[in-house]
């Protein structure tokens, strides 16, 4: 029943652009934090930026400021993730995953999706 399914993922060149779109529904949407993740192979999950179900406040991990903007549309029940000046080490798997509150822990969020590829070669 509840579902989040990321898409928007492949493959560009350093300095490229792609732009995440997570699909939500099943749950109420508006009550729900959403949050982007990122895994690279044998690492660990982390991670990459929030938006807030209240007032619709970002949060960016350190790295991707400034070159990453999340956004939501509450009537689409949609968040994307559009992802500017990528780098090599941006590549990995994107995970969206909804929260009562935003949440940089893996634990923490109550749903997750099946995660879609970046692979950003240089």
């Known amino acids: 029943e509840v579902q989040l399914v990321e898409s928007g993922g492949g493959a560009v060149q350093a300095g490229g652009s792609l732009r995440l779109s997570c699909a939500a529904s099943g749950f109420t949407f508006d009550d729900y934090a959403i949050a982007w993740f990122r895994q690279a192979p044998g690492k660990e999950r982390e991670g990459v930026s929030c938006?807030?179900?209240?007032?619709?406040?970002?949060f960016y991990e350190d790295s991707v400021k400034g070159r990453f903007t999340i956004s939501r549309d509450n009537a689409k029940k949609t968040v994307n993730l559009q992802m500017n000046s990528l780098k090599p080490e941006d590549s990995g798997v994107y995970f969206c995953a909804a929260s009562v509150v935003c949440t940089w822990y893996t634990e923490t969020p109550d749903y997750w999706g099946q995660g879609t590829q970046v692979t950003v070669s240089s």
């Open positions: 938006i807030t179900s209240s007032d619709g406040n970002t």
